[in-house]
């Protein structure tokens, strides 16, 4: 799937994880930490394709994703994907193919979700305050680069990085540490869990058993198969998928908060009976 959709698919699931929680487990949250962990699951739904490099030295290529933070981000994706293909150079069995491009590799991996959700809560809870900031700029920066997509175009990656500091800013002054946290952690971990599952529905799949070796293979692509996969950038991804995530997010929102404004107001049909 394209970046748009991938964002917009986390964060429909953590807005309909959110309202879930709510509805069934009683866990509430405030409308500020359902914001947040709305855009990091967001922008974790995108993370995976740092690892499509470009060309650092000319500012060229990369996915979109690489180009939030201009010629910065598109050096991570460099990283990322060199990383990745060592990674996957390293551990390959006989039976994989020889690659030269780390793409849809380790960043597409169940073991990386985990590392994601692990690290950046360990990040936040050995820093603290300063690494809130730093998760939520760089998350928030991938949030607004994938669902915002026209206008991130047109504003260039110096406004992106501008809007995303305002954010990062604005909820290390509201955010609530107990809960934040954590919570910080598993939006990451959710939404690549959400980009991988995006990934395994077009063609070639992800490993995303990686490193459970199957049929000799360390790196077996998993996924529906190929007659049934959703072109990149079709119908089906562009209007029947985004307009379900858009439905599912909108939903929750509503799910979430109306029933709060209703008893506000007293307007509570419920409680008039
Ligand atoms: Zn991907």
């Given at each position: 799937?394209?970046?748009?959709?991938?964002?917009?698919?986390?964060?429909?699931?953590?807005?309909?994880?959110?309202?879930?929680?709510?509805?069934?487990?009683?866990?509430?949250?405030?409308?500020?930490?359902?914001?947040?962990?709305?855009?990091?699951?967001?922008?974790?739904?995108?993370?995976?394709?740092?690892?499509?490099?470009?060309?650092?030295?000319?500012?060229?290529?990369?996915?979109?994703?690489?180009?939030?933070?201009?010629?910065?981000?598109?050096?991570?994706?460099?990283?990322?994907?060199?990383?990745?293909?060592?990674?996957?150079?390293?551990?390959?069995?006989?039976?994989?193919?020889?690659?030269?491009?780390?793409?849809?590799?380790f960043t597409h991996t169940l073991p990386f979700c985990a590392l994601l959700a692990w690290g950046t809560t360990a990040l936040a809870d050995k820093y603290g305050y300063w690494a809130v900031i730093g998760i939520v700029f760089f998350m928030g920066g991938l949030a607004l680069r994938g669902l915002f997509d026209e206008w991130a175009e047109r504003a260039g990656w110096v406004i992106v990085t501008l809007a995303s500091a305002a954010i990062a800013w604005f909820t290390a002054a509201n955010l609530p540490s107990d809960r934040g946290y954590p919570l910080l952690g598993l939006a990451c971990g959710v939404g690549c869990f959400v980009h991988i599952l995006g990934d395994m529905i077009t063609k070639n799949g992800v490993?995303?058993?990686?490193?459970?070796?199957?049929?000799?293979?360390?790196?077996m692509m998993i996924g529906i198969p190929n007659s049934m996969a959703v072109k990149v950038g079709g119908k089906v991804e562009v209007v029947v998928l985004r307009t379900a995530f858009t439905v599912i997010s909108l939903l929750s929102i509503a799910g979430l908060f109306i029933p709060g404004v209703l008893e506000r107001l007293n307007l509570d049909v419920w409680a008039s009976k």
């Open positions: 799937m394209m970046g748009p959709s991938h964002a917009l698919s986390g964060a429909a699931a953590w807005l309909a994880g959110s309202w879930a929680l709510d509805q069934f487990a009683g866990i509430s949250q405030t409308p500020l930490e359902v914001a947040v962990g709305t855009a990091i699951c967001a922008g974790g739904a995108l993370l995976p394709d740092l690892d499509m490099s470009g060309k650092v030295t000319r500012n060229q290529g990369g996915a979109t994703v690489a180009r939030t933070f201009g010629v910065a981000s598109l050096f991570v994706a460099e990283v990322v994907e060199k990383f990745s293909l060592g990674v996957y150079t390293a551990t390959k069995l006989k039976r994989d193919p020889r690659r030269d491009n780390g793409h849809r590799t490993p995303i058993l990686w490193p459970i070796p199957i049929k000799r293979r360390m790196w």
